[in-house]
């Protein structure tokens, strides 16, 4: 009988995992901002977007399941659809990455605004956010990585927080705080929608996980397993949270920009506003670090794949690529200089959706072309689950201004010359290596 490989990750690892991608400045930063466009009725908007996300993730839990070789959804894309639509898919994947990153930035001095009032200005953000990119790219170039150990800390320290706000917050909400349902009593046409695409960035992650399936003990059976528990986890946190900040802080909620700061230094005096400021930022630190560590090596993967210039995988002494650092850094810093935290959170929500739709095609694509063998994971309901996240999907596409949609998608746009130039670059090269 074969031995269990002890480096592969089992199901309980798989499902910390997958909380700990999926909660992050989100749900520390964006209760008011639900409270502020649909009242109350927040509260099951994020049952909405846990549906949706879900669906996604079944998906991406059967793309998964077909292939041995990691990739995600550029992986996904390329056997469904071929050459071009996986390289779209690669490309705004790297960029989607990007976008998060200048959103965390702008998380960490939204955050940091808050406790020093004369760092909220326009300004000031915008320095704070040029020295912490800038720091991140000079750490990442001098070949500084974070271990398991800062990572345990960091992840401790964002959960924390948020378990003893529910625990003690429940006891200080009052009933009245619930009424009205709706901003003024009335229901705002579009409401439902643009909360429903502001709160779905806190979900956003989840697929991280499918894409690490090499990784993982019996994939087939509990990566599914993993995506579900981590998932009904992170909704009844969220909710619990939702509640607890409604109940205790009522309308105020809609004009805070730190939410659960606040409302746990109302009742929990200094002690919790500064439980809640450390963990936000401590929170949002060790995400910034993580991502400026991985979204460069996106880059170098599409270098590596002749699907960018070669150039952009060079590497440093300290095997740094500092092509890609350096390139990755300033697109995020360009990005972090044009809006604040929420601006920024829908247009993440909306570029992850170019990594979303493609991967729900292909599932209804791979049910024809892919042989359902024993052991792998199938969606259940056939393609109901795939056609419902993708129409929840288109929909709430149609919920958010063009602008956000030409920033979040239009990396799209911009792939195709790429794609083009790549093309005949790599024929080229071709060529003259058979001379």
């Known amino acids: 009988m074969e031995k269990p490989n002890q480096q592969k990750m089992g199901l309980l690892s798989m ?14 930063l964006l209760p008011n901002q639900a409270m502020k466009l649909i009242g109350p009725a927040s509260i099951g908007v994020l049952f909405f977007d846990a549906l949706l996300i879900g669906c996604i993730a079944l998906c991406f839990a059967e793309s998964a399941s077909y292939f041995k070789v990691d990739g995600g959804p550029y992986i996904y894309a390329k056997s469904a659809f071929g050459n071009f639509v996986g390289y779209e898919v690669g490309f705004i994947t790297w960029a989607i990455q990007i ?4 959103t965390m930035v702008v998380a960490f001095a939204t955050a940091l605004g808050t406790l020093f009032p004369a760092m909220a200005t326009p300004l000031a953000k915008n320095v704070i956010v040029t020295i912490v990119v800038l720091s991140l790219m000079v750490m990442n170039i001098s070949g500084v990585r974070v271990s398991k150990f800062v990572n345990n800390i960091i992840t401790v320290s964002k959960l924390v927080p948020l378990v003893l706000f529910v ?3 429940i006891f200080f909400m009052k009933g009245g705080n619930f009424t009205p349902v709706f901003p003024k ?16 960035y806190a979900f956003t992650g989840v697929e991280r996980i499918s894409v690490a ?3 993982m003990e019996n994939p087939e059976r509990n990566l599914p397993r993993a995506i579900m528990t981590s998932l009904l986890v992170v909704t009844a946190f969220y909710v619990l949270i939702q509640i607890v900040s409604v109940g205790v802080l009522g309308t105020a909620l809609a004009d805070t920009a730190t939410p659960i700061q606040t409302a746990f230094g109302k009742f929990a005096g200094s002690f919790g506003t500064a439980l809640v400021a450390a963990g936000t930022l401590i929170s949002i630190t060790g995400i910034c670090v993580a991502s400026s560590y991985v979204t460069p090596r996106s880059g170098v993967a599409l270098a590596e794949n ?14 740094a690529p500092y092509v890609s650092i350096v390139v990755s850094g300033g697109l995020s810093l360009l990005i972090a200089w044009s809006g604040q935290f929420a601006y920024l959170a829908q247009i993440s929500a909306v570029s992850r ?3 979303y739709i493609p991967t729900c095609l292909a599932v209804l ?4 072309t892919k042989k359902q063998l024993p052991g792998h994971f199938r969606v259940p309901l056939g393609p109901v689950i795939p056609v419902l996240a993708l129409l929840i999907s288109l929909w709430l596409l149609t919920q958010v201004a063009v602008s956000q949609l030409l920033i979040g998608l239009g990396a799209l746009v911009i792939a195709v010359p790429f794609y083009f130039l790549m093309e005949h670059l790599n024929r080229k090269d071709a060529t003259d290596h058979s001379k």
Not at 15 to 28: D, E, P, R, V, Y
Not at 99 to 102: D, F, G, P, Y
């Open 213 to 215: 399936a090499g990784d």
């Open 353 to 355: 959706f170019a990594q």
């Open 306 to 319: 002749k699907m960018m210039p070669q150039g952009l995988a060079k590497r440093n002494r300290r095997h």
């Open 99 to 102: 976008i998060a990153e200048a």
């Open 365 to 368: 694509v791979f049910h024809r």
């Open 185 to 200: 009593g009335q229901y705002q046409s579009g409401s439902f929608g643009l909360a429903a695409i502001t709160m779905f």
């Open 15 to 28: 499902t910390l995992l997958s909380i700990n991608a999926i909660i992050g400045s989100g749900i520390f």
């Open 167 to 169: 625990a003690m917050g």
